[in-house]
Every structure is written in C-alpha cells, then in structure tokens.
C-alpha cells in the first residue's frame, strides 16, 4: 500500500490513473451502455405483439412506445459535457505542467 501511494504522489501516477479512469467512464458510457440499451430492446420487443398492444390501456400503450423508442443520452455529456472539460482541463494541465517541470 505503501509502494502504491509512493507511485500516486512522487511518482506523479495520479495522471496516469486519472487518464485509465477517464478512458473506462467513457468506454462504459459510450460503448457498454448503448450495447446493453440496443441488445435488451430488441428481447424486450419480442414478448409483445401487435395484438397485445391492442388490448391494452392507451396509458399502457403509450408508456410501451416511449420505451420502445427510447434513445441513450450519455450520462457524461449531461450537463453540457461539463465532465469532459473538467477531465480534459485536468490531463492537459498536467501533461503542460510535466512538459515545462522537465
């Protein structure tokens, strides 16, 4: 434990743990979660026809379509993407800061 706080503050391995950090948030908000969304749609379209739909309530029929056509917004660009500049303003800082440093 000792080793890794060593590597995180002297070592400056914050700025590469911060830049893994960044890349999986967006690997899962721009990759993995529209996969799940896209793949989980199409099991759920399948166990309602068309008939079915019929007999239901309109409220029923209407919460089903907003489901059916629901679209993924990523979580980080919410928000105006203010996640991305705040990531984007903390690696570029620091990769000047260590260009200047050396």
């Not at 503050?9 to 948030?25: D, M, T």
Request: proline residues 2%.
């Amino acid at each position: 434990m000792k080793k890794l706080l060593v590597w995180l503050q002297e070592e400056e391995g914050w700025k590469a743990l911060l830049a893994v950090i960044y890349a999986i948030i967006c690997l899962f908000d721009f990759v993995i979660v529209p996969s799940w969304i896209g793949i989980t749609r199409g099991l759920f379209e399948e166990t309602i026809s068309v008939e079915m739909l019929s007999q239901l309530d309109s409220t029923a029929q209407l919460k089903y379509l907003e489901i059916s056509n629901y679209q993924h917004e990523p979580f980080t660009l919410k928000g105006g993407g203010l996640f991305h500049l705040a990531f984007g303003a903390l690696l570029t800082g620091s990769a000047i800061r260590g260009r200047i440093g050396k």
